[in-house]
């Protein structure tokens, strides 16, 4: 089974432009969240989207959004980039919640530069 | 405000020796605890517990939760190089069924294992 997959892997922008940056989850994954990851702030949850809806957001500001299609495919936008948006950016696919039994698996992620 | 500390913040140990990691946490509406290993990639998923008392094993990997002292606990036997990693904790609060809910990440323990 095909792992989740992020694109693009590596992407640099320029202050004040926008970005998307897409991920697909593993086949028969509904949920899918998004991580920002930095040396100083360490990993930091974004949001969260399970059948095309956000069910969690992060404590980011509104230049960070994202949604889901109906086939499970999630998409995220930064939009008027800063450089402190620079990071790695992960997505992270699970199967649908039964009981105790819920893993989670990350994608190799997406390295954007801010210049 | 949320908060997930983990300690130590890192940890140098020979092969064969045992490890304890720790991760206590203040959250509101606790749902789940999730332990990850990261080495130099994306986090890979060990344990999700929400259950006092309960432990969860893996190999010589461990992991139990106290909902009363508000901590958990990742103990790692007979470690090896390959052990050598960051390993993450994260709290998941106010989530639903089909969720983990809204993530709160530690700063990560750097656990290096020598030969």
């Known amino acids: 089974k095909a792992g989740v997959t992020q694109t693009p892997r590596y992407l640099i922008k320029t202050r004040g432009q926008q970005v998307t940056l897409s991920c697909s989850p593993i086949s028969g994954h509904r949920s899918v969240s998004w991580y920002q990851q930095t040396p100083g702030q360490g990993l930091q949850f974004l949001f969260e989207y399970f059948s095309e809806t956000q069910r969690n957001k992060g404590n980011f500001p509104g230049r960070f959004s994202g949604r889901q299609f109906s086939n499970s495919r999630s998409e995220m936008n930064v939009s008027t980039l800063e450089l402190g948006d620079s990071a790695l950016y992960l997505c992270?696919?699970?199967?649908?919640?039964?009981?105790?039994?819920?893993?989670?698996?990350f994608g190799p992620g997406t390295r954007l530069t801010v210049t | 405000e949320d908060k997930v500390v983990q300690s130590p913040l890192s940890l140098v140990v020979h092969e064969g020796d045992t490890v304890t990691l720790n991760c206590s946490y203040e959250?509101?509406?606790?749902?789940?605890l999730l332990w990850y290993k990261q080495e130099k990639k994306a986090p890979t998923f060990l344990f999700m517990l929400?259950?006092?008392?309960i432990e969860k094993k893996s190999g010589r990997l461990s992991s139990i939760l106290d909902k009363k002292e508000l901590f958990s606990i990742l103990n790692i036997t007979a470690t090896q190089t390959g052990d050598s990693a960051v390993y993450l904790c994260?709290?998941?609060?106010?989530?639903?069924?089909?969720?983990?809910?809204?993530?709160?990440f530690g700063q990560g323990t750097i656990l290096t294992v020598h030969p």
């Open positions: 994260a709290v998941g609060a106010n989530a639903g069924v089909t969720s983990y809910g809204k993530l709160t």
């Open positions: 992270a696919s699970s199967p649908v919640r039964t009981g105790d039994s819920y893993e989670q698996y």
């Open positions: 929400t259950s006092s008392g």
């Open positions: 959250v509101t509406n606790f749902r789940s």
